[in-house]
């Protein structure tokens, strides 16, 4: 039993026996020091010279990465206050694509400073308080020293965008990727009103080992993981016209049970050849519209592929409905539900629709599209794990260029916007004379784990950098940030290391956010109710003991 109170002596026994609960500072100090663990976890990570992570499961499959989210997403985390932790990269990829891993390494640090100031009797709601007023300036401050940026200014994206992946896999060949994101994400970039808008599902990446990263290419247009339906059909258009069905070309039976009785062996074929003239019928309306492509997104039937070859149409049937609508806003075309009401001004446009084997799977590419809004980027490399870590680097800095371009604003790299931050805080506090004060110049301290983390991550004395920073930061070098590769420090808009401003703000808010919420509790209970049937959780797994594991 757990005891919850006593009345003159007689203890009230609230809770079953077995409940795990931890409360009080105790509570606190396992759930900071459980989130520090996350944060340690995937701080090696940052930077240029950052280090990989492979994990590997129960059956032995491994992932290597040194992607945040992907780490978090894939580590079997059991801490509730770590799961907290995993959600802080997870918004933060959602929201960016990129800055997962700042995100969690600056929630960690902002809740070992608190922790510290929980040692000093500074009430947490306190902390909270000043907490939130330094998350409000430091956006000020990340606001006033960002400068714009356009989708025409391709120069800037493409630095982006190797900033975005210095440090992963296939960095060799980041200045082809490079240009083959900037080219993706202002192809597919729409005007909507004053604001320029990317829609990152309409750049699709489809992932092929075999070959090399030097194959991976873009196509203006989309590729359809799936065969040419017929063996007589072209397994090549050009100037082709597309038709766009979401319906079936096969012979409907009716749908409530019915029996057709045959006595005459001649109207066993007549039938049949009704049958045949349905799916011919079918056939002539896509020809009658002008089609020399049809991608279906349902079956079609043996008879209809063999009429469709006759006619020298190229087929591919059952493609994914999120194919065709990027099929629609790649080639212009419409998609249609019925072969009635199919025609011409219903079709899409390609240059050349081919069907090609990479790897040992058939594919066929729908390219060169006239101003495709839906592009594909086609990955290539040596081995499965070698294209799954391109895959998400590209991922990353798809993420990070549209962030740039819908936002507008951009900052240096390299530790410095951070830097910054955390002078403009210091200078900040001394406004206040409450313990608030403290509160300020302990998420300016937690602002510079970054600059720290570049360096210790690149092989530098961390004091030594951060006080060269510092330095350059108090003679108003705002631009200076760590130089990872050579040591020192160094002017990170000349050395092309630019950033979105939305990374940083984003890993402010839900650093922040995340740290506020974990030191508002100071009472762990395990809750049966919550999990329905579940197993309990194991001993230690409320936090204490067993964060090694992580």
């Given amino acids: 039993m757990v005891t919850m109170g006593q009345i003159g002596g007689q203890p009230i026994f609230i809770l079953p026996e077995g409940t795990l609960r931890s409360k009080g500072r105790n509570a606190q100090e396992n759930n900071i020091a459980a989130a ?11 930077g240029p010279k950052g280090m990989d992570k492979m994990l590997v499961d129960s059956i032995g499959d491994i992932v290597i990465t040194n992607d945040g989210v992907t780490i978090l997403e894939e580590m079997e985390i059991e801490h509730p206050a770590a799961k907290m932790m995993v959600e802080v990269a997870k918004t933060q990829n959602e929201e960016v694509g990129d800055g997962t891993t700042s995100a969690v390494v600056i929630a960690g640090e902002l809740l070992r400073k608190a922790g510290e100031l929980l040692d000093q009797n500074i009430h947490s709601t306190v902390i909270i308080r000043g907490y939130n007023l330094a998350r409000d300036h430091a956006l000020k401050t990340l606001d006033r020293i960002s400068s714009p940026v356009t989708v025409s200014d391709k120069d800037t994206l493409k630095k982006i965008v190797l900033t975005s992946m210095s440090g992963k896999s296939g960095y060799g060949y980041s200045e082809k990727l490079a240009d083959l994101v900037v080219e993706a994400v202002t192809q597919v970039a729409e005007k909507k009103g004053n604001k320029i808008s990317v829609n990152i599902d309409d750049i699709k990446r489809e992932k092929k080992h075999g070959g090399s990263l030097d194959e991976t290419e873009l196509i203006k247009g989309i590729v359809i993981d799936k065969e040419v339906v017929h063996p007589g059909m072209p397994k090549e258009i050009n100037n082709a016209k597309i038709a766009l069905l979401d319906a079936a070309l096969e012979f409907k039976s009716s749908e409530t049970d019915t029996q057709i009785q045959i006595t005459d062996p001649s109207k066993l074929q007549a039938f049949v050849e009704q049958e045949e003239r349905i799916l011919k019928k079918m056939v002539d309306d896509v020809v009658k519209s002008g089609a020399t492509v049809l991608v279906c997104q349902k079956g079609i039937d043996d008879v209809a ?57 058939d594919m066929v590419f729908v390219r060169e599209c006239k101003n495709p809004k839906a592009v594909t980027i086609l990955v290539r490399g040596g081995t499965e794990h070698v294209v799954d870590e391109i895959d998400r680097a590209i991922e990353d800095a798809i993420g990070a260029v549209s962030s740039s371009i819908e936002v507008g604003k951009i900052v240096p790299g390299g530790g410095a916007p951070e830097a910054e931050v955390a002078r403009e805080l210091r200078k900040y506090a001394e406004g206040f004379s409450g313990r608030e004060q403290l509160a300020i110049t302990s998420f300016a301290d937690a602002m510079e784990v970054i600059p720290r983390s570049l360096a210790e991550n690149g092989g530098l004395d961390p004091i030594d950098t951060l006080v060269s920073l510092r330095s350059e930061h108090d003679k108003k070098n705002q631009q200076m940030g760590v130089n990872v590769l050579n040591g020192g420090v160094m002017d990170m808009l000349n050395a092309g290391v630019i950033e979105p401003v939305k990374i940083k703000t984003q890993a402010i808010k839900s650093a922040t956010e995340a740290a506020e919420m974990i030191l508002r509790i100071d009472d762990v209970i395990s809750a049966s109710k919550l999990n329905k049937g579940m197993p309990s959780m194991p001993p230690g797994g409320m936090g204490g003991p067993g964060m090694e594991d992580y």
Avoid at 36 to 46: F, K, Q, S
Avoid at 324 to 341: F, P, Q, W, Y
């Fill in 36 to 46: 520090r663990a996350i944060a340690d976890a995937v701080r090696t990570t940052l």
């Fill in 305 to 361: 592929q063999h009429y469709l070859s006759k006619k020298g149409i190229l087929a591919v049937r059952r493609v994914k409905k999120s194919d065709m609508e990027k099929l629609a806003k790649a080639t212009g075309g419409r998609i249609v539900t019925s072969l009635n009401d199919l025609s011409d001004k219903d079709l899409g446009f390609a240059k050349l629709v081919e069907e090609q084997k990479i790897g040992d799977e």
